[in-house]
Structure formats: C-alpha cells, structure tokens
C-alpha cells in the first residue's frame, strides 16, 4: 500500500490576515527631532543614514530625508547578521544604482574600527567633493533614519573603552530611546570630526499597511502599538512566504501554519504561559514570537520580495 502524502503546505498570499490596531506612532519627540535636525541641517558636512538590512528599502525614510535631502548621504545597511549575505548583496546594488549613494553593509555588534574609520572617511570625501575643496578643518556628521536600527550604537564605537557609562549614548532594543538630538562627538582627531545622534524618525502618517508592519515586526515601532498578535501574524506571513518554516517545530506544531492564533496557542503550551484562568496566554506568547522572530531564532530573513 502506498504511504498517503502530507498535503502541500501552501503560504497564504495576503499579509492582512489580522487588522492592526492602528498603524500610526509618531510621538511628540519625533516632530520636535525632526525640526531640530532641519535647523541644524545648514550647519551638517554629510548625513550618515542607519537602515535595516531587514527592510532596506521600507526602512528608508524619505519624511525624514527632507530634513538634509540636499546634503551628501552614505548609506549603512545595519544588523547584515540578521540577513543572508547574498540579499543583503542584492539589496546594497540595487539601492546604490537606483538612488546613487554609497552602501555599506554592517554588523554593529563586531567592533570592527576599520570598517567604521572608512565609513567616517567616504564621509569628508564625500562633503569636501560637495564643498568643491580638499581639506576642512573640521566636519560635522548627522547620524539618522528609523528608530531602533542602531544609530547610537554606530556613535559608541568611537567612544573609548575608558569613558564611563555616563559618556556613552544610550541604547536598549526598543524604539524610541533616544529622545533629543545628542551634543556633538568628537569621533576623529586627525580630521577634527564631530558626529550629532539623532531621534529615530518615523512616518508621521500611516503610509501604507505593509511599511508600518514592516517597521513593528523588526522593532522600529513598538508591537503594543499595531498589537502584539497582529504584528506576529504579519511576520508569520513573511516567514511562509520565504518558505522558514523552522519555526514549525519551534512552536511545537507538526508543521507550518497560515494561522497565527493556532501557532501561539502550541507554542504557549511549550513555555506553559497560561492565563489565570488556564487559556493559552496568547498575548505573552505573542511578545515571545516576536522576540525568537526579531533576534534570528526562526531564520535569517529579509521581508522584502528581491526578484
Ligand atoms: N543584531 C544586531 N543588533 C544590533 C546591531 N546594531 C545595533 N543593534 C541593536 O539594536 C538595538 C537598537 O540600537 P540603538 O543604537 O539603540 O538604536 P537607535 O537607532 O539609536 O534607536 P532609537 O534611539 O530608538 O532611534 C540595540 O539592542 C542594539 O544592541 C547589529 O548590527 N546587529
Ligand atoms: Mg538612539
């Protein structure tokens, strides 16, 4: 007798399974930042722009980019850990020949000061080529772009192993922790290079469905703001549709799912979160989805479609 095959898996084709709860974060501090960052833009050699090697191009914000959209701009395609290495190759030409920028690839979490020295250098080259000169004495660079993609941490590198806490910018792994723009950083000695921190800066309005969701399933908004259980059902959408289905097992399911309720019920049996009344804490396991998803655990992947 012949064994009977598993059915064919097959990803649902829309990403709206679930309506978010809204898909507008745009906190006071963001508009204030903003119109700091226009002010001080007259005085900015060139801006060094952080993205999302998970989002490259939902991660560009162009809102913001009105703020020094006449100054030079080099692009770093931050967290590559979290991506392939041949999509983010993909994503580096793709956006140096359609936008004409340079685009560097980094990990921040290896301090690699070679890498970093480079990026500051294409820096003064860049803003002595606008400036129509060869030397300045000194430069003065914007770090910026959506929140949580590591744009203090890219200043901390430069900062010595000696300084204090209290001399370090500050970072954590949610959106939304640096508030004001920074004083200036001294970063280089030899040319005399300062660097400003900035306010990560989202849309200010809903632009569309898919950037908003984009930008909560990797933490450039906070999940309690599009909802926990909405944010995890869109990042199981890209899961299924770039076929990881590691997650599958992880969850405790015999395979993969279109339905995120049903994955998080089998996963909160597997870390016993239940609610008082012995339910499946869907909610708490859903901040856990989301966390393994965010940190690589179910795959390295990027959600956008490249081909
Ligand atoms: N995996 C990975 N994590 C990174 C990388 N760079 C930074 N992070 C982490 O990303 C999180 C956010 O970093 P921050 O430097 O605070 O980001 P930010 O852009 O300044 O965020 P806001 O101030 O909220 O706009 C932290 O948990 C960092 O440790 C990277 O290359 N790879
Ligand atoms: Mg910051």
Redesign the pocket.
């Known amino acids: 007798m012949m064994a009977s095959k598993a059915p064919r898996f097959i990803a649902r084709a829309t990403p709206k399974n679930i309506k978010p709860k809204t898909l507008q974060w745009f906190p006071g501090h963001m508009a204030k930042g903003l119109k700091r960052m226009q002010m001080m833009s007259s005085k900015i050699d060139c801006v060094i722009e ?1 993205h999302d090697a998970r989002i490259p191009f939902t991660s560009r914000n162009t809102y913001a980019n009105k703020a020094y959209e006449k100054k030079p701009r080099i692009l770093l395609l ?5 991506v392939s290495q041949d999509e983010v190759n993909v994503a580096c030409r793709r956006i140096a020949v359609q936008e004409g920028i340079r685009v560097i690839p ?5 301090k690699n000061m070679g890498v970093m020295r480079s990026v500051i250098r294409s820096a003064h080259e860049m803003a002595s080529a606008e400036q129509l000169t060869t030397t300045k004495e000194s430069y003065s660079l914007f770090v910026s ?10 200043i ?1 590198l430069f900062t010595k192993k000696q300084d204090t806490d209290k001399n370090k ?11 004001n723009l920074s004083n200036k950083v001294k970063i280089m000695k030899s040319p005399l290079t300062y660097i400003y ?1 900035t ?2 800066v989202n849309l200010p309005r809903p632009e569309d469905f898919d950037s908003v969701m984009k930008l909560a399933v990797v ?1 450039g908004i906070p999940e309690h703001v599009t909802g926990v259980v909405e944010t995890a059902d869109y990042a199981l959408f890209w899961l299924n549709r770039k076929k990881e289905y590691a997650y599958a097992k992880q969850c405790g399911l015999s395979g993969p799912s279109n339905n995120i309720i049903e994955v998080l019920a089998y996963m909160s049996r597997l870390y016993a979160f239940e609610t008082a009344s012995g339910k499946p804490d869907i909610l708490r396991t859903g901040e856990k989805f989301l966390k393994q998803f965010r ?2 655990g179910f795959g390295y992947i990027m959600l956008e479609d490249l081909i």
Request: aromatic residues 2%; glycine residues 16%.
């Open positions: 952080v931050n967290k590559c850990d979290l980094t990990h921040l979490m290896v772009g959506v929140p949580n993609v590591g744009k203090s941490t890219f901390n910018l500050k970072i954590a792994p949610h959106p939304g922790v640096t508030k921190d306010p990560g933490g940190k690589g």
